[in-house]
């Protein structure tokens, strides 16, 4: 879409961009241009000489047990807290749309989180999950008998850390699928109900596939933040421990570069980890022109 | 409601007190331990509920800090906090709305190159980027600085967008009555289309806010000058304490002093979040 009315003037318009484009170019397009150039060298310790390698970082990488490793914590950590979030969020949602009293405070309690910071998130239940003291630990080994320790154990850390991911992003969810069900057709809902479908039945062939463009957006959301915006959480509680057990690919990009110094590979994991958003973001907005539709 | 099922109501009701005693009981948990004094937190099953020293501990943790983050008062976190994230908020809305506006209301050469270079930037999160772009600020000798903790982070795909689709809405008609009565471009922007965007300008503030107040990785690399911390970030020094515990009940006072800003702004202006929040991801 296009204005048909517009203002002529030769140097405004350079002006009034200019800001935007040289934050982008100084801060965004240059150091990731610079990140694809670094991905092709390899540097000495001292950064006094490098030499151009071709496709051996990359070789490296792929070849490196532990990057692999990665790939699959990433994988189950980015699945199970996109699936945790979003079934929960979507369990309140379809019940805030029920109730009629005290709706508002319902919501009012449920959107909160989405402003606490994903750090704090970690920190929070980091707290609650601590072997010695935390009350999560507390009761699973007074009530089940079961050992908590995310120390030693690196399942265990990797449940912590999607347990605090997912409970961020509830909030977030459950207004995206409560502004989807409350466009779901009132008199669909009733046609469906004289003919005599259960709430559950009307909920799974009627509400929910009409819900498909809602689900199937917030899908890749989730996905590009628990890939990237959990960073903080992994960061500020695990470190990506023990032993690398959570250590998800952007935080080993940063342990790499800046606990690691090993820029050639750090470089050519930021390369892989953009391909990896330039393919997110297609997907978004391939759906965005043509919604998910029955 | 459809049909009368008293079961239905109970489960309901029952799913979300659930819900809300999910997310509220870590918040619920840090309130108490921040209210005891650090003894009453070394030993399994920890209190449940308040104890006497909250205003102590609130107040050791204002003026002195805790000593794992060498004596920086936690007001110090807290308004480089703020400034960190009223900056990035102004700064974003501000080139945002300019570049959106140049973009709609004008014809030039390179227009939608320009448009394309800013859509890039939503596909280069800093995570991906962290080493070269560490070494541009560095170079430019931003370390340590309130413009490093700003400046980097204020390109905004999404706010150019979002008002990018405003404007598109905006009647044409206002353009020509405008020329008509020989308001130029700059006049026209101040006196037409900003007070239109007030509503939308107002959303964004609160979901930029919340991004600008919530950073963590960018001000964790940038300052090591500790009276430039910001308090979501330097929390982390008070949990990864190395071979020692935690000061487990400063550690979760802080946790509350930093969420509390943006969750007020959250509650205080629900509305206008909601928009926000839909909107800005359209």
Known sequence: MEKRVFFRNWWLPYALVAPQIIVTLVFFIWPAYQALEMSFFIEDAFGFSRNFVGFENFIRLFSDPGYLRSFWTTLVFGLAVTFLSMSMALALAVAANRVVRSATTYRTFLIWPYAVAPALAGVLWFFMMNPSLGIVAYMLESIWGYDWNHYINGNQALMMVIIAAAWKQISYNFLFFLAGLQSVPKSMIEAAAIDGASPTRRFWTIVFPLLSPTTFFLLVVNLVYAFFDTFAIIHATTSGGPADATSILVYRVYSTGFVGQDYGSSAAQSVVLMALVIGLTFVQFRYIERRVQY | ?282
Request: with cysteine; glycine share 6%; charged share 10%.
């Open chain 2, 1 to 282: 409601m459809v049909e009368n099922r008293p079961w239905l109501g109970v489960v309901t009701h029952a799913t979300l007190i659930l819900g809300v005693a999910f997310l509220c009981f870590p918040v619920w948990m840090a309130l108490v331990a921040s209210t005891h004094p650090g003894e009453a937190l070394s030993r399994s099953p920890i209190p449940l509920w308040f104890g006497d020293q909250g205003w102590e501990n609130y107040a050791q943790l204002l003026t002195e800090g805790s000593p794992a983050v060498g004596g920086v008062a936690l007001s110090t976190m807290l308004w480089n906090s703020f400034i960190m994230a009223i900056g990035i908020t102004v700064g974003k809305i501000a080139i945002s709305l300019i570049s959106a506006y140049a973009i709609v209301y004008f014809r030039f050469p390179f227009r939608m190159l320009f448009f394309w270079l800013i859509f890039i930037t939503l596909m280069l999160p800093v995570e991906v980027r962290i080493l070269p772009t560490y070494d541009v600020v560095a170079s430019l000798g931003m370390l340590n600085s309130y413009s490093g903790l700003i400046i980097p982070l204020i390109a905004s795909a999404t706010a150019t967008f979002l008002f990018r689709q405003f404007f598109l809405t905006i009647p044409d008609e206002l353009v020509e009555a405008a020329r008509i009565d020989r308001a130029g471009p700059i006049r026209f922007f101040w006196d037409i289309l900003l007070p239109l965007s007030k509503t939308n300008i107002a959303a964004l503030f609160i979901i930029l806010f919340i991004y600008g107040w919530n950073q963590y990785l960018w001000p964790f690399l940038i300052t090591t000058d500790q009276d430039l911390y910001t308090i979501v970030m330097g929390i982390q020094r008070m949990v990864n304490v190395g071979e020692g515990l935690p000061i487990w009940h400063l550690t979760m006072g802080t946790a509350i002093l930093a969420m509390v800003p943006p969750v007020i702004v959250v509650l205080a202006m629900q509305r206008l979040f909601v928009k926000g929040l839909v909107e800005s991801e359209k």
